[in-house]
């Protein structure tokens, strides 16, 4: 039966195809609803397909494809994502094998997890005095946190009869933490990027509509302000597959470090 409701397998792929049918049900009900004012599915089809048609133009700093805009979005993100793993890894792998720095890290980590990316970003500007760095920096503050998480509560979790193995070896500190410590872990440390990732994306769009620019945040308000809901919804639906993408990429990368049988 698992195999049959896998994913990977064609049951798991025309899931999938229904439940994208019941998303562009649920649109069009809303359309017809809002009498045409939200664009349907159709009418925002036909202006994708223009969207597509050329999505690397360039006419100037306020008028750019699609392309170019989501090219200029992908580049910050991957930029703050990897800060903030840096950051987050370290102080993830030092928090879970260590009581003290637990004590000593985790009331700061409580504290600032739940502040917004917004409210980060004039620190980020003063900082930095450019949208684009502030832009990046709150993508690396804000997205740091399920890493720094996964990867301490993955380290605090290693059996003691793994510690135990490395004593009777006579492991030394690096080869524990490369042969026991990380291993161990790696599922964990995973799972926190794939949550990572997912935030980075996430914040993009707002970090983009605060500091304007290129990118496809900036593009959902100058569609706004062009009065164009077509676009928006178009750059809805990219931002949304672009997404599905990561998530899934990730998920791949989580099952060949996952410990569970194949």
Known sequence: MKNILSKDSPVGALYFIASMLILLAIWQLVTFVTEAEIPGPVATWAVFSEMLADPFYDYGPNDKGIGIQLWSSLKRVFMGFALGSLVAIPLGLIMGSSKIGMRLLNPIVQILRPVSP???????????????????????????????????????????????????????????????????????????????????????????????????????????????????????????????????????????VSYESK
Do not use: C
Not at 195 to 216: D, K, Q, R
């Open 118 to 256: 917004l409210a980060w970003f004039p620190l980020g500007l003063l900082a930095f005095k450019a949208s684009d760095q502030a832009t990046i920096f709150i993508i690396m503050i804000t997205s740091l946190w399920p890493t720094l998480i996964n990867t301490a509560f993955g380290v605090s979790t290693i059996p003691a009869d793994h510690k135990n193995v490395g004593k009777a070896f006579g492991f030394s500190r690096w080869k524990y933490i490369t042969k026991i410590l990380i291993p161990f872990a790696l599922p964990h440390i995973i799972t926190g990027l794939r949550l990572s990732i997912g935030i980075a994306w996430v914040v993009i769009v707002a970090g983009e509509m605060l500091s304007g620019g290129v990118g496809i945040g900036f593009f959902v308000w100058d569609s706004w302000n062009g009065l164009s809901l077509e676009k928006i919804l178009s750059a809805i639906l990219i931002i949304g597959i672009v997404g599905l993408l990561f998530d899934k990429i990730f998920n791949v990368i989580q099952k060949s």
